[in-house]
């Protein structure tokens, strides 16, 4: 597609269940990124992807965010026994590959945890 | 690790009016964005300019490097322009981009 793409846009969930959000990024780009948005603050980083394996997850909060991209374009991230504080928009990213040049947003899924 | 902090974080200006947004950022780096983020919360590309001065329209940026300091300039802001700004940066063996603190911008009709 012409840009980046997230699915779901909006997510409900129960606190304690399991949920996956996809992006499918820009087709070319080898570099995919997961960005995490909270109210009123700027995206932070949680983890990038050059081709298919994850090349940096030093900003997942802990072990029940996972996040996947078995052929090297779509992803998606994984997050087990969801809690409230998981509640923020969850924003992907890609680029032509990692370092070099642009990253362009999706417009984001945003996830309510009751 | 690297601060990056933008000014000022809320401005309100009449339509037509000029206006600067500064980003500051404590470390070098090798990569450097602007994005308006919309009402709806899209992120949009304004403009990768980890140095020197690029222009698009109303809009213009520039970024000394040595100073560690970008400048985004709007003129005869828009409505349209309302939103949040930010700049974000890469730092030399990191990938990830380190968000500013953002600069809120309303513009009225």
């Known amino acids: 597609g012409a840009g980046v793409s997230q699915t779901p846009s909006n997510k409900v969930t129960e606190k304690g269940k399991y949920v996956e959000l996809r992006c499918d990024p820009i087709?070319?780009?080898?570099?995919l990124y997961w960005y995490r948005q909270s109210l009123g603050q700027g995206p932070e980083f949680l983890i990038y992807f050059q081709g298919t394996g994850a090349a940096d997850d030093s900003g997942l909060p802990n072990d029940r965010f996972f996040a996947v991209r078995p052929e090297g374009s779509v992803s998606t991230l994984k997050i087990q026994r969801t809690e409230r504080g998981d509640s923020a928009v969850y924003l992907c990213?890609?680029?032509?590959?990692?370092?070099?040049?642009?990253?362009?947003f999706g417009p984001g899924t945003r996830l309510t945890v009751l | 690790g690297i601060q990056v902090e933008q000014s000022p974080p809320d401005l309100i200006l009449q339509e037509g009016a000029n206006s600067t947004l500064r980003c500051n950022f404590s470390d070098s780096v090798n990569n450097l964005q602007w994005f308006h983020q919309n009402p709806w919360g899209q992120l949009i590309n304004l403009f990768y300019?980890?140095?020197g001065t690029k222009q698009n329209g109303r809009l213009s940026a520039t970024t000394v490097a040595t100073e560690r300091y970008s400048l985004l300039y709007i003129s005869s802001s828009q409505t349209t322009d309302s939103g949040v700004y930010f700049c974000?940066?890469?730092?030399?063996?990191?990938?990830?981009?380190?968000f500013g603190t953002g600069t809120r911008l309303k513009v009225l009709a």
């Open positions: 087709s070319g780009h080898t570099a």
């Open positions: 300019i980890p140095s």
């Open positions: 974000a940066v890469t730092t030399s063996g990191t990938y990830k981009y380190i």
């Open positions: 990213a890609s680029s032509l590959t990692a370092g070099v040049g642009e990253q362009f």
